[in-house]
T-cell receptor, first 120, second 111 residues
Framework: DSGVTQTPKHLITATGQRVTLRCSPR?????VYWYQQSLDQGLQFLIQ???????AKGNILERFSAQQFPDLHSELNLSSLELGDSALYFC???????????????????FGEGSRLTVL | LAKTTQPISMDSYEGQEVNITCSHN???????ITWYQQFPSQGPRFIIQ???TKVTNEVASLFIPADRKSSTLSLPRVSLSDTAVYYC????????????FGSGTRLSIRP
């Protein structure tokens, strides 16, 4: 158990709909990262937040948005869903601002079990 | 951002030592090298991280030559449960570091 909690574990919805994925980071972790993994594909970095602020953005579609709340949990909102959005969405957390946020640390990311989204 | 190149797949047998090499020719001075393991339908799990020379933990060893343009993850005496995808990442001290996973190496262990 990594300590990162993602809900829901599974979600089935229709094209055009909107869903929200939730992530609770490990206690004490300030950074949250979102990744998308399609079937047999690598992990695509979407976005990172640190202590409520957006820190880095990857290939995140305009239809997707995210935020990190004061209690440090994060939500990834996916709208106008398309078939190609079907994927596993992972959230990860770390203590620091970045992989090695300006000081020595292990640089370890702790991943949740993912939310499997199926768009029909 | 330093790009990494790894073999797409590797096969080995139980009890063997497996070495997975990652090429990162454009590694920057302050970049660290990190390896993750991912089982199907699970999130990746941190294995090991290093900057130079050799790092060893209870799971694996990481060898980094002096020029740091490559690194080798060594898994001693693998078992069937080591069948997974292994990712090599390179990143450094940056307030906006995007932690990018490449395609990884799909390791298959046979009895």
């Amino acid at each position: 158990d990594s300590g990162v909690t993602q809900t829901p574990k599974h979600l089935i919805t229709a094209t055009g709909q909107r869903v929200t994925l939730r992530c609770s980071p490990r206690s004490g972790d300030l950074s949250v990262y979102w990744y998308q993994q399609s079937l047999d594909q690598g992990l695509q970095f979407l976005i990172q937040y640190y202590n409520g602020e957006e820190r880095a953005k990857g290939n995140i579609l305009e239809r997707f948005s995210a935020q990190q709340f004061p209690d440090l949990h994060s939500e990834l909102n996916l709208s106008s869903l398309e078939l190609g959005d079907s994927a596993l969405y992972f959230c990860a957390s770390s203590v620091t601002e970045g992989l090695a946020g300006g000081r020595w640390d292990t640089g370890e990311l702790f991943f949740g079990e993912g939310s499997r989204l199926t768009v029909l | 951002l330093a790009k990494t190149t790894q073999p797409i797949s590797m096969d080995s047998y139980e009890g063997q030592e497996v070495n997975i090499t990652c090429s990162h020719n454009n590694i920057a001075t302050n970049d660290y090298i990190t390896w993750y393991q991912q089982f199907p339908s699970q999130g990746p799990r941190f294995i090991i991280q290093g900057y130079k020379t050799k790092v060893t933990n209870e799971v694996a060893s990481l060898f980094i030559p002096a020029d740091r343009k490559s690194s080798t993850l060594s898994l001693p005496r693998v078992s069937l449960s080591d069948t997974a995808v292994y990712y090599c990442l390179v990143g450094g001290y940056s307030s906006a570091s995007k932690i990018i996973f490449g395609s990884g190496t799909r390791l298959s262990i046979r009895p």
